[in-house]
């Protein structure tokens, strides 16, 4: 499995590494979400930085149980090509930082639903490996980057991601970026080491001073 053994199924060249979150990074989810759960006649209401017991099922204007908002976000990576858009500027920052470094997206949905995201990326002209795994992300970009003497960046919408990678990839840099304005601003404070960006036009130059600055430690 890809989860597994990430190393064994992404091949990386001798240059910085760039590891990718998807939702709400590199593709539009909440704004997507939002639509699609109109579409069942549920609404997410941005009233704190979660999914359960922010959506309301409109039939009886209770919140939608932890079962029904699996069920839903389940129904909705399903038809992920129907709604997922990419962010703003995302295909073309990530072809342009791709001449200089290898782009591996790291995606948090269930392996099942993977197939399908892939097929989703290509078609929007964003081709990196994806791999998709529920464990804790920091050491599977531990495990990916190996120790290498090169520049890795993670960036991702979700803090304790970042955390984990702070804790297992100490030298990685740490980018925050979230996609959705309306829940960017209920997000807590990113914290140490934990660079932020509004979008891909304020990432880039943080990931290329990033590689200018990299020097190996020896
Ligand atoms: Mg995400």
């Known amino acids: 499995m890809a989860a597994d053994r990430p190393e064994g199924v992404v091949r990386l060249g001798h240059r910085p590494?760039?590891?990718s979150d998807v939702d709400e990074v590199a593709l539009e989810f909440l704004t997507p979400f939002k639509l699609f759960l109109e579409s069942r006649q549920h609404r997410l209401v941005p009233r704190s930085f979660r999914l359960t017991g922010n959506i309301i099922d409109l039939n009886n204007g209770e919140a939608a149980s932890e079962a029904a908002v699996k069920a839903l976000l389940d129904a909705f990576y399903d038809a992920q090509e129907q709604w997922q858009t990419p962010a703003a500027?995302?295909?073309?920052?990530?072809?342009?930082?791709s001449t200089e470094a290898d782009i591996v997206f790291l995606?948090?949905?269930?392996p099942r639903h993977a197939a399908r995201r892939r097929a989703l990326l290509d078609a929007l002209g964003l081709p990196y490996p994806l791999l998709a795994s529920e464990e804790p992300k920091g050491p599977l970009v531990e495990q990916l980057h190996g120790g290498r003497e090169l520049p890795v960046v993670f960036i991702d919408d979700i803090l304790r991601n970042l955390?984990?990678?702070?804790?297992?990839?100490?030298?990685?840099?740490?980018?925050?970026?979230?996609?959705n304005a309306e829940f960017r601003a209920l997000a807590p404070v990113p914290g140490r080491g934990i660079h932020a960006a509004a979008d891909w036009a304020e990432a880039a130059p943080l990931i290329r001073g990033h590689f200018r600055r990299w020097a190996p430690r020896n």
């Open 89 to 97: 500027q995302v295909v073309k920052t990530l072809a342009e930082l």
């Open 163 to 179: 955390h984990s990678v702070r804790d297992h990839a100490p030298s990685c840099l740490l980018i925050n970026l979230m996609a």
């Open 107 to 110: 995606t948090a949905m269930p």
């Open 17 to 19: 590494l760039i590891v």
